[in-house]
């Protein structure tokens, strides 16, 4: 848990909030489809709980966060331009919002997927 220090009194920032911030900015990015879910987390969505915080490990010391975010990247996109601005924006997100230092984002990108396509309507289906 990150932790600062003021005149009034403590401010502290729970590594899950930083988490979901993180997983937020990386999904914004254009060419990442999700954060990928890592194995801890895979058996909390088999129970039907969806985790904001997926894909991402914080490492928070002293006013200083360093992130891990995994990614699955839209097939046909840059691989190496899309994990880039996921750093450039992950670090923007967490620094904006949180006040701490982020002192590295290291992107894994654990998949290329297709796009989900969208589910048709009942008009739609019904024209089939």
């Known amino acids: ?3 600062g220090k003021l005149n009034f009194g403590q401010i ?5 909030v930083i988490a979901v ?4 900015a990386a999904t914004e990015v254009e ?6 879910t890592t194995s801890g987390k895979a058996f909390v969505e088999f129970l039907g709980m969806k985790s904001q915080s997926k894909g991402v490990k914080v490492i ?5 966060v360093s992130l891990d975010v995994d990614v699955v990247v839209i097939f046909g996109t840059q691989v190496q331009v899309v994990a880039k601005e996921v750093q ?4 923007n997100a967490v620094e904006t919002m949180t006040g701490l230092s982020v002192t590295n984002v290291n992107v894994n990108v654990c998949g290329i997927a297709k796009e989900k396509p969208l ?5 739609e289906a019904e024209e089939e």
Do not use: R, W, Y
């Not at 450039?88 to 670090?91: I, L, N, S, T």
């Not at 589910?119 to 008009?123: A, D, G, H």
């Open 31 to 36: 060419g990442v489809l999700n954060t990928s």
């Open 21 to 24: 911030i993180a997983a937020t």
């Open 12 to 16: 502290q920032i729970a590594d899950e």
């Open 1 to 3: 848990m990150s932790e």
């Open 88 to 91: 450039k924006k992950v670090k």
């Open 119 to 123: 589910k048709p309507t009942k008009v």
């Open 60 to 64: 928070a010391e002293e006013g200083e």
